[in-house]
């Protein structure tokens, strides 16, 4: 009787005592029937059976999941080393496990190793942050400014704006402060107007950033690119955006120079407990 328990959607009943599957077409596939049953008895005609396996519980450990989740850092500096395609797809193949709202499954990736498109990008975007600089300088620029100045980009915009001479420096003597020089930039998407599609690809990117740290990998989310692609048409069109998709996360991805030694200081979690 676990799959009736178990069952969500209301689909595996109990009818004269014997599970049986009553609405079959509000079945949303989760497979949550066929993991819990430890005696294999779900038969079910829409899994594929053959992802389906014993799990190796033996294999938990954590203080090796606590390790490596403190240990992860926003990487910054990778070496020029392409990562394999294959370890790219193990990579994606682990985060089509992570949960999406009602088993909608609906998150999609695009990977972009094409140097020239990389630095294409790099360029754009820092060309922008150059002209927006330049703006602010401006009558216009400094009263619009001033009356915006409790908004979150112009918040973030004055964040930025005193160190803009040294960025512009460094970029020229070849720092890429937009893409870090990664040789892999990934995007991950979801259909534009469903709800949970921003949730959906948030959960996956976060276990990617852990898989991927697990292997020696080191990311980081790069949200300029990610606000910057949800206005630039020229962005969509050179990174192939479907026009109902959206983009919520945006990451680089590479083998580190090098590696942290210690971990960082974080602000005690705010809870509220209701009790
Ligand atoms: C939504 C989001 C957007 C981010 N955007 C950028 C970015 O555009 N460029 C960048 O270098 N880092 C970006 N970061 C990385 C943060 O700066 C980083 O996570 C934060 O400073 C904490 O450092 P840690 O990731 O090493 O713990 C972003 C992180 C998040 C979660």
Same mark, same amino acid.
């Given at each position: 009787?676990? =799959?009736?328990?178990?069952?969500?959607?209301?689909?595996?009943?109990?009818?004269?005592?014997?599970?049986?599957?009553?609405?079959?077409?509000?079945?949303?596939? =989760?497979?949550? =029937?066929?993991?819990?049953?430890?005696?294999?008895?779900?038969?079910?005609?829409?899994?594929?059976?053959?992802?389906?396996?014993?799990?190796?519980?033996?294999?938990?450990?954590?203080?090796? $999941?606590?390790?490596?989740?403190?240990?992860?850092?926003?990487?910054?500096?990778?070496?020029?080393?392409?990562?394999?395609?294959?370890?790219?797809?193990?990579?994606?193949?682990?985060?089509?496990?992570?949960?999406?709202?009602?088993?909608?499954?609906?998150?999609?990736?695009?990977?972009?190793?094409?140097?020239?498109?990389?630095?294409?990008?790099?360029?754009?975007?820092?060309?922008?942050?150059?002209?927006?600089?330049?703006?602010?300088?401006?009558?216009?620029?400094?009263?619009?400014?001033?009356?915006?100045?409790?908004?979150?980009?112009?918040?973030?915009?004055?964040? $930025?704006?005193?160190?803009?001479?040294?960025?512009?420096?460094?970029?020229?003597?070849?720092?890429?402060?937009?893409?870090?020089?990664?040789?892999?930039?990934?995007?991950?998407?979801?259909?534009?107007?469903?709800?949970?599609?921003?949730?959906?690809?948030?959960?996956?990117?976060?276990?990617?950033?852990?898989?991927?740290?697990?292997?020696?990998?080191?990311?980081? $989310?790069?949200?300029?690119?990610?606000?910057?692609?949800?206005?630039?048409?020229?962005?969509?069109?050179?990174?192939?955006?479907?026009?109902?998709?959206?983009?919520?996360?945006?990451?680089?991805?590479?083998?580190?120079?090098?590696?942290?030694?210690?971990?960082?200081?974080?602000?005690?979690?705010?809870?509220?407990?209701?009790?």
């Amino acid at each position: 009787m676990l =799959c009736v328990e178990e069952c969500a959607s209301g689909v595996w009943r109990s009818i004269d005592k014997i599970p049986t599957p009553f609405m079959p077409e509000q079945c949303n596939f =989760c497979g949550h =029937c066929a993991a819990v049953c430890p005696k294999s008895a779900v038969e079910h005609k829409g899994l594929d059976e053959d992802q389906i396996r014993k799990i190796q519980k033996k294999l938990f450990n954590s203080n090796g $999941y606590k390790e490596l989740v403190l240990s992860r850092r926003s990487i910054r500096q990778y070496k020029d080393k392409s990562v394999p395609e294959d370890i790219l797809k193990n990579i994606i193949d682990l985060a089509r496990y992570s949960p999406t709202a009602s088993n909608s499954q609906n998150v999609a990736y695009t990977i972009i190793t094409d140097r020239a498109l990389l630095k294409k990008i790099s360029s754009k975007l820092f060309g922008f942050g150059e002209r927006v600089d330049g703006w602010m300088q401006t009558a216009w620029g400094r009263m619009i400014l001033k009356i915006l100045r409790k908004t979150d980009f112009v918040i973030t915009l004055n964040k $930025y704006k005193d160190s803009m001479d040294y960025y512009i420096a460094k970029t020229q003597e070849g720092r890429d402060f937009i893409l870090h020089h990664a040789p892999v930039l990934l995007l991950i998407h979801g259909p534009k107007n469903k709800m949970f599609s921003n949730d959906n690809c948030s959960i996956a990117s976060t276990n990617i950033i852990n898989y991927a740290h697990s292997l020696g990998l080191g990311t980081c $989310y790069i949200g300029y690119l990610t606000v910057a692609i949800g206005f630039s048409k020229t962005l969509r069109r050179w990174l192939k955006i479907p026009k109902e998709r959206k983009v919520f996360v945006s990451m680089v991805l590479g083998h580190p120079c090098y590696s942290h030694s210690f971990t960082v200081p974080r602000n005690k979690p705010e809870i509220t407990w209701i009790q």
